[in-house]
């Protein structure tokens, strides 16, 4: 026991005399995290939230008009400019205001459109009815323009077909209001009598739309809510380039030599850095998070909402630092030279980053890359950081994934540990 | 000196992975208990290559290598126990001080503490570094750092020493306090091997001497004997040169 109490003494004071680097290790991911996260934040808005800027030329004024307009400004994906005829601007001109960029989106209803769709509807019902029975309604000349879409070439097809199925109820909703008020003309006539039925506002049908977890107000992931465990977890497992180059100085400088030459274990020294290194990504972790709490809402960003299951919180943090810890030891051990280790390590990372979701979430992936990012100790990770953040689940639901983290540990160190034993070289 | 063989190499051959030359070619020798040992060479004899497989750094080919009665392939653990390794290299943590480092092995060995602090101290008095004993290795000199790097591999008063090159680089007077250091060790009963080109420190300091070339032994003896056995030769290292050749080796 005391052996390893004094590796870990070594190595703490080692690393607090080394200020630069314990500097650039703390400061670097702090700043990574924050300038990711206002990066983002832009990109998680368009996702989750509104912004997507429509020019609106409503010529019809009418039924269809106005419906699409309240409609797609009580949306809240949309920000609508609106033109009518008044404003005597051209559709070429709109069209031009897209094609540079202004708008995303433009629309332009021209006028008559209702009362294509009121003449459509007469038409139908007149062809339902005896001649005797329908009241004469009166049916203006048909407008043969059309109803225009046109997008900035940039625009995702997602966003086009959200603007194209909203138009579509629109009209939609608006041709059943109008049968059933033709229909109830209809009745009037026959009956001789003002029934005065109104067509319900409201749908038969409504949704409740909840988020599962366990907190009274969803929580989507946004930037910060993405970033911040994404981002923690990045910089804890870069955390393996100074394992490993702790450990290939010790063999370069003939420390390992000597130590190997003492009778004690591998796994002795091996842990003993390991504690302290699991230290510093704790610290590493709790500064991320704070900024997320804290410094990021200073920025006009979303604040971080942690949950109330602390415990998972810290199995999660404790897990992946020894993952990422135990994963530069593996790395130290292998590599016979720093350019090795710092290669391979920051290149491992960034893909394992990148397969685990920190850079793209996972349920932005392909189904294939997200069955690859299964076996990314950064996507167990990212999960179990969403179950405590997001879901605010218990330390049950954290554990699968911190098991997974445990064991990816375990793997590394024996790895390290054998390779070093069946290599017996220093 | 004993008459009982502390190290019993019989045999022993190392070939390093991708050569077809052995390092070392059925090497035999025994080491006493209380001797200075002088393991003597050219650059790639075997000397280092010896050592290492003795301390358990590397592994040998085959043969057989018994330490104080421990089997080196069954027993590596217990025999690292009984010995001291000092490296012709200065294997310190550059920023940690003189106690720091001398601690941090120390404790490795399983040494008590308050007794590996009175060691420490009293070694460090021993060798001039009292004074500098809180002071980080990477502000002393070559031949400061030479002095720490030997008590690293002392403290713990092993049965067997191996020394290789302990007083390279060092000037006269730094060599004096560590050669007088380790006789006075020898004297309190610890075994030396030691290795280095330094053949007129050899010849003074150990009181038996074996030179080996090419991974075998082409002469052993005590210094005196060795000397004498070659008729026109007035040192050690008329011996050296006349055994080994004059041609560089690499």
């Given at each position: 026991m005391r052996k390893i109490v004094n590796t870990i003494h070594k190595e703490a004071v080692l690393l607090i005399r080394d200020k630069e680097g314990l500097a650039l290790m703390f400061l670097m991911p702090l700043i990574l995290v924050i300038v990711v996260t206002l990066l983002q934040h832009k990109i998680y808005q368009n996702v989750n939230e509104t912004h997507i800027q429509l020019?609106?030329?409503?010529?019809?004024?009418?039924?269809?008009?106005?419906?699409?307009?309240?409609?797609?400004?009580?949306?809240?994906?949309?920000?609508?400019?609106?033109?009518?005829?008044?404003?005597?601007?051209?559709?070429?001109?709109?069209?031009?205001?897209?094609?540079?960029?202004?708008?995303?989106?433009?629309?332009?209803?021209?006028?008559?459109?209702?009362?294509?769709?009121?003449?459509?509807?007469?038409?139908?019902?007149?062809?339902?009815?005896?001649?005797?029975?329908?009241?004469?309604?009166?049916?203006?000349?048909?407008?043969?323009?059309?109803?225009?879409?046109?997008?900035?070439?940039?625009?995702?097809?997602?966003?086009?077909?959200?603007?194209?199925?909203?138009?579509?109820?629109?009209?939609?909703?608006?041709?059943?209001?109008?049968?059933?008020?033709?229909?109830?003309?209809?009745?009037?006539?026959?009956?001789?009598?003002?029934?005065?039925?109104?067509?319900?506002?409201?749908?038969?049908?409504?949704?409740?739309?909840?988020?599962?977890?366990?907190?009274?107000?969803?929580?989507?992931?946004?930037?910060?809510?993405?970033?911040?465990?994404?981002?923690?977890?990045?910089?804890?497992?870069?955390?393996?380039?100074?394992?490993?180059?702790?450990?290939?100085?010790?063999?370069?400088?003939?420390?390992?030599?000597?130590?190997?030459?003492?009778?004690?274990?591998?796994?002795?020294?091996?842990?003993?850095?390991?504690?302290?290194?699991?230290?510093?990504?704790?610290?590493?972790?709790?500064?991320?998070?704070?900024?997320?709490?804290?410094?990021?809402?200073?920025?006009?960003?979303?604040?971080?909402?942690?949950?109330?299951n602390i415990s998972g919180l810290l199995l999660i943090v404790i897990s992946s630092a020894l993952a990422a810890t135990g994963y530069g030891a593996m790395i130290g051990t292998l590599s016979t030279s720093f350019i090795q280790a710092s290669s391979f390590g920051a290149v491992s990372v960034v893909i394992l980053a990148a397969l685990g979701g920190v850079w793209i979430p996972?349920?932005?992936?392909?189904?294939?890359?997200?069955?690859?990012?299964?076996?990314?100790?950064?996507?167990?990770?990212?999960?179990?950081?969403?179950?405590?953040?997001?879901?605010?689940?218990?330390?049950?639901?954290?554990?699968?994934?911190?098991?997974?983290?445990?064991?990816?540990?375990?793997?590394?160190?024996?790895i390290a540990i054998v390779y070093r034993k069946l290599k017996n070289t220093v | 000196m004993g008459n009982k063989p502390l190290i019993e190499i019989k045999n022993l051959v190392k070939y390093y992975k991708g050569s077809f030359e052995p390092a070392l070619n059925d090497l035999t020798l025994n080491v006493y208990e209380g001797e200075i040992f002088g393991l003597l060479g050219p650059n790639g004899a075997g000397k280092t290559t010896t050592i290492s497989i003795l301390c358990g750094l590397l592994l040998m080919t085959s043969g057989e290598v018994t330490i104080a009665g421990h089997k080196l392939k069954d027993e590596v653990r217990k025999i690292k126990t009984l010995i001291g390794v000092v490296s012709q290299d200065i294997a310190l943590y550059d920023n940690l001080t003189a106690y720091e480092n001398l601690k941090y092995f120390g404790s490795l060995y399983g040494m008590n503490s308050k007794h590996l602090d009175e060691k420490i101290n009293v070694s460090l008095e021993r060798l001039g570094l009292l004074k500098q004993g809180n002071t980080r290795i990477k502000k002393f000199s070559g031949g400061m750092k030479r002095r720490i790097n030997l008590l690293a591999g002392i403290l713990h008063e092993p049965l067997l020493l191996f020394l290789d090159e302990p007083t390279v680089g060092v000037d006269a007077q730094t060599r004096r306090i560590i050669l007088d250091y380790l006789k006075d060790l020898n004297n309190n009963g610890t075994t030396i091997m030691y290795s280095s080109h330094l053949l007129d420190e050899a010849e003074k300091f150990c009181s038996n001497i074996v030179i080996i070339d090419y991974g075998e032994i082409i002469c052993s003896g005590s210094p005196g004997e060795i000397v004498k056995s070659q008729k026109e030769a007035d040192t050690l290292e008329d011996v050296f040169i006349e055994l080994t050749g004059r041609k560089v080796r690499d």
């Open positions: 020019v609106l030329i409503d010529y019809d004024q009418d039924s269809v008009g106005l419906a699409f307009r309240k409609g797609v400004q009580s949306s809240g994906i949309f920000e609508v400019t609106l033109i009518t005829r008044e404003d005597k601007i051209k559709l070429s001109d709109a069209k031009k205001l897209v094609a540079k960029g202004k708008y995303q989106m433009g629309i332009y209803i021209p006028e008559g459109t209702t009362q294509i769709i009121k003449n459509r509807v007469i038409s139908v019902v007149k062809s339902q009815l005896p001649l005797n029975v329908m009241p004469e309604i009166d049916i203006d000349n048909q407008n043969n323009e059309k109803v225009e879409l046109f997008f900035d070439p940039i625009t995702k097809a997602s966003f086009q077909n959200i603007v194209k199925g909203t138009l579509n109820e629109f009209i939609a909703k608006i041709e059943t209001r109008m049968v059933f008020i033709t229909y109830s003309k209809v009745i009037d006539a026959i009956t001789n009598q003002n029934t005065n039925i109104v067509y319900p506002a409201t749908s038969a049908i409504v949704f409740k739309e909840s988020y599962v977890s366990e907190y009274n107000r969803g929580i989507v992931p946004n930037a910060v809510q993405h970033n911040v465990p994404a981002w923690t977890l990045f910089a804890m497992f870069f955390i393996c380039m100074p394992v490993a180059g702790n450990i290939i100085r010790e063999r370069k400088e003939g420390l390992s030599a000597r130590i190997k030459t003492i009778p004690v274990s591998y796994f002795i020294i091996i842990m003993g850095k390991a504690f302290v290194f699991v230290m510093v990504c704790i610290l590493q972790a709790t500064m991320i998070i704070a900024v997320g709490k804290f410094l990021l809402p200073l920025f006009d960003m979303p604040e971080l909402i942690l949950g109330s996972v349920y932005l992936m392909s189904q294939a890359m997200r069955n690859i990012s299964a076996f990314s100790p950064m996507s167990w990770g990212i999960k179990g950081f969403y179950e405590v953040f997001l879901r605010n689940s218990t330390l049950i639901d954290v554990l699968p994934h911190a098991v997974k983290l445990l064991a990816f540990f375990i793997i590394c160190i024996s | -």
